[in-house]
């Protein structure tokens, strides 16, 4: 008699939290005025993150209405129009001088926010004052997150370094942490000098823009414990409330744990006890159950 190998893990079952990137955006070949890397051609000039917890957060680049894109490859950033320049933060906010990504969580998750990392600059006649505020706060004039003025012109002018904000933007304060629906931040900028003046995350090695933390099953909820079993060349996978369910969850499998291989759903949506049944053959590999 064959015995079946079975060659599956259980990765994780994810009502837990995973910490480390939840969004982030890599601008290589990114050129917004022609549309090249985004989501669609035009205003907003909407580019979805490159690297993001599938399933779990929908996040977006997108420019504010009073601004006008770059119009370089390998940068996501905005001019501002010489007729319309402003000289402080509440004329930014009021002109909507600014760039914004936000983060979409789903339903029956929550997000723990950790800190923001990024690669930005301002040309010369760029903006010369950049912040970083949140819907969090309202985006309201004096509740800014991390400010860079002046922003030296050149390379690193509001990186999160030494050369621009400092350090990685804190988020571990209580109001960033156990959040649901969608969180906004915005990088607003004033005192540009010239229609043509960019202000802009630019491209170097990975991720040019990225927010860490964890994203979980609500505080609260049931989730679901994973087994696995082997019977006559078949793996079944089997998941179990110990109690009862009140979000849905679904299957996925990956082949490997690197970055490459991503989470494929395998099962419709459940909410009660469910047994599966795959081949052996296709089984190496990891499986978690996700909250929808």
């Known amino acids: 008699m064959k015995k079946a190998v079975v060659v599956v893990g259980i990765l994780a079952v994810v009502g837990g939290v995973r910490a480390g990137v939840v969004a982030g955006w890599n601008v290589d070949g990114v050129e917004l005025d022609v549309g090249t890397g985004l989501d669609a051609p035009g205003a907003p ?3 979805s993150a490159t690297t993001s917890e599938t399933g779990r957060i929908s996040a977006q680049l997108t420019l504010g209405v009073g601004v006008t894109p770059s119009t370089s490859i390998n940068q996501y ?3 501002i129009a010489g007729s319309d320049e402003t000289n402080s933060l509440a004329g930014a906010i009021a002109s909507d001088h600014y ?3 936000s983060l979409t969580i789903a339903g029956g998750c929550e997000l723990n926010l950790d800190s923001i ?3 930005g600059q301002a040309a010369g006649t760029g903006c010369s004052n950049v912040v970083l505020m949140t819907s969090i706060d309202g985006f309201v004039d004096g509740q800014e997150i991390a400010s860079a003025y002046p922003v030296n012109e050149g390379s ?3 990186d999160t370094d030494s050369s621009g904000f400092g350090a990685p933007i804190d988020l571990s304060a209580a109001k960033y942490q156990n959040l649901t629906g969608t969180v906004s931040f915005r990088l607003y900028g004033w005192d540009s000098t010239s229609g043509s003046g960019v202000t802009y995350i630019r491209n170097l090695a990975d991720e040019d823009l990225v927010v860490n933390g964890t994203i979980g099953e609500l505080s609260g909820g049931v989730v679901p414990q994973l087994a696995l079993g082997a019977s ?4 079944s996978v089997s998941a179990v409330f110990d109690g009862a369910g009140s979000t849905n969850f679904v299957l ?5 744990l690197t970055d490459s291989n991503g989470w494929g759903t395998v099962s419709a949506p459940f909410i009660t006890n469910t047994i599966w049944e795959v081949e052996a053959t296709n089984s190496a590999g990891f499986y978690r159950a996700i909250a929808q």
């Open 99 to 101: 760039m914004e990504f």
């Open 156 to 158: 690193g002018g509001f």
């Open 77 to 79: 950033g905005f001019k």
């Open 117 to 119: 990392e990024m690669k």
């Open 252 to 256: 996925q499998y990956r082949v490997g």
């Open 45 to 47: 000039y909407t580019f």
């Open 232 to 235: 006559n060349g078949t793996v």
